[in-house]
């Protein structure tokens, strides 16, 4: 019964240590982006591992990598939140354990989405925008029209019957480097792609060698 005891306590301590381990990586990884990024009024980072330790000692790795950045106000439209998941990352182990920095040797799959409110879309077009019940509508000249929502190149566009479409400018390329499709969700423009590479922006923060 004792030794039961005892094993119960050492299992519960490491699976603190554990979490505190994977806690402060988080933490790191956090206030690096912040200083890197203060277009971003809020950063968040969260690692989903476990055992965080015992996966880092045995390859390196962790299952997922998340970072969302908050009001990122860079470029022409202010971006509501940026959320990066970042799938099947190899880690420096040397570095995280001697030095305690996160620095990341390679990825699997790395999913971004950023959503934009209509009111940021608004002031980047110039006009009111609504967007409800999965459709959108632009105040031009006084008249409220239906817009039909679509993608070229590095901008949403909004195109009115008999009228040039109106632009809405996608985050730089630093945030979103790969081409994306966009969608309606409530009142939000969200813009989503895939890579199997990190946004410039992020690999200079957490990429192998810097911190």
Known sequence: ??????????????????????????????TRLARAVPQARRTEVAITSF????????????????????DLKEGKVEVDRV?????????????LLDERVLSILDVGQVRIEGRITAEAASRALG??????????????QGQ??????????????????????????LPPEKYLPCQPEVELTGDRLVVACSTTELPPAIMEVLGKGTG
């Open 51 to 70: 055992p965080f330790v015992g996966r880092i000692l045995l390859g390196g790795d962790v299952e997922r990598l998340t970072v969302t950045l908050h």
């Open 127 to 140: 006009v009111p925008l609504e967007l409800r019940g999965g459709a959108a509508r632009v105040t031009v």
């Open 83 to 95: 959320t990066l998941e970042v799938d099947d990352i190899v880690l420096d182990r040397d570095r």
């Open 144 to 169: 409220t029209l239906d817009a039909s929502i679509s993608i070229a190149g590095r901008s949403v566009l909004l195109s009115v019957t008999g009228a040039p479409p109106l632009v809405v400018p």
């Open 1 to 30: 019964m004792v030794l039961l005891l005892v094993l119960g306590l050492v299992a519960v301590g490491l699976a603190w240590a554990d979490v505190q381990a994977r806690a402060y990586a988080e933490n790191e990884a956090r």
